[in-house]
């Protein structure tokens, strides 16, 4: 069967694919990139220019992770506001946080207009709104934050939507862009000089020392310094405490009515987020959203449902042409984890991006590169892996992990969705139980059945089925696989193995 991503976004399918070689075997390199992401890619290209010898290595095609799946929106608005930040990380972490997004912005600035990369680069106001009074009072207090850690940030009741609002929070300066331009300019780029970008080079070992081994399905790869760029770290334990995965969930279509370009965000929770982008020559509107943990949802094909609706009666739209879904990583803390591992000496990492991975992705390839660099930056104590932030992160950190052990003892209790093959339409995945244990059984359209372990290799939790992509998806820390129990996305690192189907 085809294990393609079943829905792709927009800047997928308005993009011609690119075709970079697999790994031929054993390499050697300065430094080995896990990942062709935007933050493998911009780690990589700021590398290169500083004359160091790189490998990307990508486990499926370069942006077919979680960058090919964003709504990239180029922001100083972060998922955790600023009265938060102001509280747990103090005046100076606060306005770090804000200046290293206003950087990062500025480094795709750079780079767009250093290598003339057609991506329709455009800077556009944003908008974070309130539609009831109790929302309005938060915003004030976010309005003051904003301004205090230096956005040029505004109050205002002028918000260019075709729906009443109370007012909204305007920051000036975010940028639109078609991603995948962006970085496929930056991948095509960083072949030669030592440097190399392979696809479907699967990692299957990480060895940290002097040199580091990386294992993959094709050779190994040594080199003095490894970055893990793979949304979630590879087989990390103890930092997934840290980590929790959620789907999110767009659509687009061509707008047929007016709407200011710009980014738009309502303060429902969770929120949904709005913006323009012209694709060739045609406007769009892009609306992401119906955010929820992985494997928390039974029917996920029910958030592009509710998501439609929601476009269609708020923006001139009428028919949405795409749908795609990602996967977000939330900190306990609620910033990103960008630096050198804990525990490890060569071997950095760059994760927790929430909802802004297009923004930490860019910065995490600046933090990153300047650290083996040995460069100074302004940053990197913020956003380092080991920094220990009790007050920011102790009440996710007890829910979340909680929640993570009820997952991993219930699902075993849990009884079968059924016994029989009968039992699982076309187009489905069930747990059936076969022979005493639990077997995760998908069918094909045409009726063609695939059997294979229901325990996650990562740490053993049981996957649950996603109707809306037809994967498997671990609700405890985030990996997915294909219906054949392929890896899709980490921290596994194993596929799921076959198991014997039912016999009806």
């Keep these: 069967m085809n294990d393609e991503r079943l829905n792709k976004s927009l800047w997928t399918v308005t993009t011609p694919p690119r075709d970079f070689p697999t790994l031929p075997g054993d390499l050697a390199v300065d430094v080995a990139i896990i990942g062709g992401g ?208 959620y789907r999110t969930y767009a659509v687009a279509g061509p707008l047929e009515g007016p709407l200011e370009a710009g980014q738009y965000y309502d303060s429902q929770d969770p929120y949904h987020y709005i913006r323009t982008q012209q694709v060739d020559g045609v406007p769009y509107v892009i609306v992401g959203g119906e955010d929820h943990k992985v494997g928390s949802e039974e029917d996920t094909a029910s958030c592009f449902t509710a998501l439609e609706e929601y476009a269609v009666k708020h923006l001139p739209v009428k028919q949405l042409t795409h749908r795609w879904s990602g996967q977000v990583i939330e900190p306990a803390d609620g910033l990103p984890s960008i630096g050198r591992n804990v525990g490890s000496r060569h071997v950095y990492v760059a994760t927790g991006f929430s909802g802004t991975g297009m923004t930490f992705g860019t910065l995490a390839g600046m933090v990153v590169s300047d650290l083996i660099l040995g460069n100074e930056n302004p940053y990197a104590a913020l956003y380092a892996p080991g920094r220990v932030k009790p007050k920011a992160s102790a009440k996710d950190f007890i829910q979340e992990n909680a929640e993570v052990a009820f997952r991993f003892v219930a699902d075993r209790l849990a009884k079968p969705d059924g016994r029989q093959l009968a039992d699982v339409a076309p187009g489905e995945g069930k747990i059936l139980e076969v022979e005493g244990r639990k077997v995760a059984v998908y069918r094909e359209d045409d009726g063609t059945a695939h059997a294979v372990s229901p325990v996650c290799t990562h740490l053993g939790c049981h996957v649950h089925w996603n109707n809306a992509e037809r994967s498997w998806d671990c609700p405890c820390h985030g990996g997915r696989f294909s219906p054949t129990g392929r890896v899709l996305n980490g921290p596994a690192m194993k596929d799921l193995p076959s198991r014997k189907l039912p016999v009806k």
Excluded at 140 to 168: H, I, M, N
Aim: charged fraction near 20%; include cysteine; proline fraction near 5%.
């Design 38 to 245: 935007i933050a493998g890619l911009t780690t990589a290209w700021l590398l290169k220019r500083a004359g160091k010898k790189v490998a990307v290595l990508e486990m499926h095609r370069v942006l077919s992770g979680q960058t090919g799946q964003t709504t990239a929106h180029l922001t100083e608005l972060l998922d955790t506001p600023y009265t938060t930040l102001l509280q747990d990380f103090g005046d100076k972490g606060a306005h770090l946080a804000a200046s290293s997004s206003r950087a990062a912005i500025e480094q795709i600035a750079s780079l767009v207009e250093s290598l003339s990369i057609p991506c329709g680069f455009t800077r556009v106001p944003a908008f974070k709104y309130a539609e009831t009074d109790s929302e309005l009072r938060e915003l004030l207090l976010e309005v003051s934050a904003a301004r205090q850690v230096g956005l040029l940030a505004s109050f205002t009741k002028d918000v260019p939507l075709p729906f009443p609002v109370k007012g909204a929070l305007r920051v000036e300066d975010q940028a639109l862009f078609h991603p995948r331009e962006y970085l496929l300019a930056l991948a095509d780029a960083l072949p030669g000089d030592g440097c190399h970008l392979f696809e479907n080079t699967k990692v299957v070992d990480l060895y940290d020392g002097t040199p580091c081994r990386v294992v993959t399905e094709r050779g190994t790869v040594t080199a003095q310094v490894v970055v893990e760029a793979t949304t979630t770290p590879l087989n990390r334990v103890a930092m997934h405490t840290r980590l929790y995965p």
